[in-house]
């Protein structure tokens, strides 16, 4: 994601066979933007992640007001709630079992 005022660009980029292939997107304004896991390392559902940051097209960070996970589930293991996400501490984690998206309210 690249956050400039109320515009977003957001973007992927995969490697296919010997070739790298960018999409973007940009020009959208939004308050609530939605990160969705598409594919999970060995096939599985389960979602670990350290910090979740955006940043302005001049490379500053942007605030993030809110997070949610609706529909996700820690599983047995307790503390690692979303709000992890953005915590600003690279040792503590989100984890969902569900792989269910991140809401993001900016």
């Known amino acids: ?5 109320g515009l977003v660009c957001w973007g ?5 066979a010997t070739q790298e292939v960018f999409t973007w997107a940009c020009g959208v304004t939004a308050r609530w933007y939605r990160f969705v896991p598409l594919r999970m390392r060995f096939g599985g559902s389960e979602v670990w992640m350290t910090e979740l940051e955006m940043y ?13 996970n609706p529909g996700g589930d820690q599983g047995a ?6 709000n992890k996400l953005n ?20």
């Open 1 to 5: 994601f690249t956050v400039s005022g």
């Open 12 to 16: 992927q980029s995969e490697k296919r």
């Open 56 to 68: 302005t097209k001049g490379g500053v960070r942007a605030a993030i007001q809110g997070l949610s």
């Open 77 to 82: 293991t307790l503390g690692f709630d979303v």
């Open 87 to 106: 915590d600003g501490d690279a040792g503590t984690y989100w984890k969902d079992i569900l792989g269910q998206p991140v809401v993001i309210d900016m």
